[in-house]
């Protein structure tokens, strides 16, 4: 079964000048070319994580301007798909993803995860957009110029986009930029709901009626999301699937628990994989890109029809890219 998974966070770990990691193939990360292609990988989202001071001085050993180290990360990225082009390429459309499939490639997508970098500038959105990013994920876990956060204080996690991230939402629409409100607070999400005119996505959020993480979806956002077109792609860090967010233990059976609920509750056009592999940690049961068929195996056991496993894997993800990615 081929598939699209949403969100990985595996080049921050090409940014560490320590190690010299391969995309091609290495023992680092979770995510890699050759292993992409052993589990069947039709695409790969690759996000440009924007770390913290004290993230940067952890992975890099310094703190790097937002710019240089977007250019590094997609510079990396470009390198290693242009040393690698018989097996992969970088896509900027549908209709790459269409035509590298025909050639035999996988596509690699890039994304930012925390639009931060954009400081309140259309010029900067038209900026990475022509570098070849096509989803924003538009706040991390802190306020920026988009809006605020998914955050434990009520007040906070009720407010909504601020001037810039509304006109930026409908500015990324025009561009062919998809939205993506992973990490944006409940208000944030809902403006993003009523402002967005193209389908936007849920990157790596889960069911927070199974887990109350307050990065997950409630059944509302599930269906809202549902109703725009758009999609969740299902984490596969421990807090985003256990009952009890403290626990460290990610398996198979509780990612069905919850494709299960996000399908019963938004309906079978609403699924799709959101791994955050190598932004995640904990016990998982997958650690690697390639043991992702192990999840259509179970929900074939489980009683998901062919097509039904053919959406999560990949049909409902390239319909979003379809109609919100030029």
């Known amino acids: 079964m081929k598939f699209i998974d949403l969100h990985c966070d595996t080049l921050m770990k090409t940014a560490d000048s320590k190690e010299n990691i391969s995309l091609l193939e290495n023992e680092i ?45 997609v510079s990396t990225l470009k ?31 890039l994304t930012i995860e925390d639009g931060r970098s954009a400081q309140g ?27 605020y956060p998914n955050s434990d204080d009520k007040e906070v996690m009720g407010r909504g986009m601020k001037k810039f991230g509304k006109e930026a939402v409908e500015y990324m629409n025009e561009l062919g930029m998809i939205v993506d409100v992973s990490h944006i607070s409940d208000g944030g999400f809902y ?26 979806l409630t059944d509302h956002m599930i269906r809202t999301l549902a109703e725009k077109g758009g999609v969740a792609g299902v984490n596969f860090a421990p807090p985003f699937l256990q009952p009890d967010t403290t626990t460290d233990r990610s398996t198979v059976e509780l990612m069905v628990r919850h494709l299960d609920h996000l399908k019963n509750i938004g309906g079978e056009d609403v699924v799709a994989l959101g791994s955050d592999f190598d932004g995640i940690g904990g016990e998982l049961e997958i650690d690697s890109i390639h043991k992702m068929p192990m999840i259509f195996e179970a929900l074939e056991k489980s009683g998901w029809s062919h097509s039904q496993i053919e959406k999560i894997a990949y049909k409902n993800t390239l319909r979003v890219i379809r109609e919100s990615m030029k």
């Open 121 to 147: 500038s259309m010029d900067k959105l038209k900026h990475y957009y022509d570098m070849g990013i096509r989803l924003i994920s538009l706040t991390w876990n802190f306020e920026n110029c988009f809006g």
């Open 191 to 216: 403006d993003v709901a009523k402002i967005s005119k193209k389908p936007f996505v849920a990157s790596h959020s889960n069911s927070r009626e199974l887990s109350p993480h307050k990065r997950n």
């Open 29 to 73: 990360t979770s995510v890699d070319f050759k292993r992409m292609k052993k589990g069947g990988s039709l695409a790969q989202f690759f996000a440009v994580f924007m770390p913290t001071e004290e993230i940067f001085k952890e992975y890099i050993g310094k703190v790097i301007d937002d710019d240089e180290y977007i250019d590094t990360l």
């Open 79 to 109: 390198r290693e798909i242009d040393a690698n082009k018989d097996i992969i390429s970088l896509a900027v459309s549908h209709d790459d993803i269409i035509r590298n499939e025909k050639d035999g490639r996988m596509s690699a997508i």
